[in-house]
C-alpha cells in the first residue's frame, strides 16, 4: 500500500519565524507581511503567532510569559506543547536578523500547498465533466496563478469556474454588439494573465 505524500512544508523556517519574533519583536510585522498565521503548515504554529499579534496589538509585550497567558486564555496553551515548547521556540535561532528569510520560505511552502490543491481540484473537475474544457483550462490558470500570488487569493474551481462564465458572456455580448454590420466579427477569448501567450491567442486570450 502507497503511503500518503506530506504536502510541502518547512517546519524550520516556522519555527525560526517564532524564535525571532521572540527575540526581536519588532520583526513580528515584516514576518506576518511576508508569511501570515494561515501560511504555517503547523496549526500550534498559526496559534503562537495569532497570540503574539494579539499581544501586540494589545501593545504587550511578546515574551514567554505573556504568550503562555494568551494563549491559557484562549485554550491553546496545551495545543502548542505547554511552556516547554515556547521555550523551544525562543531557542530556534540565534539571531533576528533572518526573520524575513525564513518567512518567504514558509510562504513558498504555503504556495506549493496551494498549488497542490488547486490542481486536485482541476483534476475533479475535468473528470466531472460538467464545464466546457476551455472553461475548465482557465479556471485552472486562475486558479494556480493565485496559489502563487498568495495563498489567501486562491478560489476554488468552482469558484472561478462560476465568475469565468459570467465573464464570457459579458465578452460576447460585448465583441458581437461592436461587431454588428461588419461580416467578420473578432474573435474572442479570455486573458490568461500571461502577456506571451495571449499574444498568440486570439483576443488576447484564450479562445472561447
Known amino acids: 500500500m502507497i503511503k500518503p505524500r506530506p504536502l510541502p512544508h518547512n517546519l524550520d523556517a516556522e519555527r525560526a ?17 511576508e508569511a501570515p498565521a494561515r ?5 500550534a ?4 503567532l495569532r497570540s503574539m499579534q494579539r499581544l501586540a496589538a494589545a501593545g504587550k509585550p511578546i515574551d514567554l510569559l505573556m504568550l503562555e497567558m494568551d494563549l491559557d486564555a484562549h485554550d491553546r ?3 502548542v ?3 516547554a515548547a515556547l521555550a523551544d521556540l525562543a531557542g530556534a535561532v540565534p539571531t533576528a536578523q533572518s526573520a524575513l528569510y525564513y518567512a518567504r520560505a514558509v510562504r513558498e511552502t504555503a504556495q506549493m500547498r496551494a498549488a497542490i490543491h488547486a490542481a486536485a481540484d482541476l483534476t475533479a473537475e475535468a473528470y466531472a465533466g460538467e464545464q466546457g474544457a476551455e472553461q475548465v483550462l482557465q479556471a485552472g490558470i486562475d ?16 469558484e472561478v469556474v462560476g465568475g469565468l462564465r459570467d465573464q464570457i458572456e459579458q465578452r460576447t455580448a460585448a465583441a458581437w454588439g461592436e461587431a454588428e454590420g461588419d461580416d467578420d466579427p473578432p474573435p474572442l477569448g ?10 498568440q491567442l486570439t483576443f488576447g486570450g484564450i479562445p472561447v
Open 45 to 48: 504554529h498559526q496559534d503562537v
Open 39 to 43: 501560511d504555517f503548515y503547523v496549526p
Open 17 to 33: 519565524c517564532l524564535g525571532a519574533v521572540l527575540l526581536r519583536q519588532e520583526v513580528l510585522s515584516d514576518v506576518i507581511a
Open 77 to 79: 496553551l496545551a495545543r
Open 143 to 158: 486558479a494556480l496563478q493565485g496559489a502563487f500570488r498568495g495563498s489567501s487569493q486562491v478560489r476554488t474551481i468552482a
Open 190 to 199: 479570455i486573458p490568461s494573465g500571461i502577456e506571451q501567450l495571449d499574444e
Open 81 to 83: 506543547g505547554g511552556v
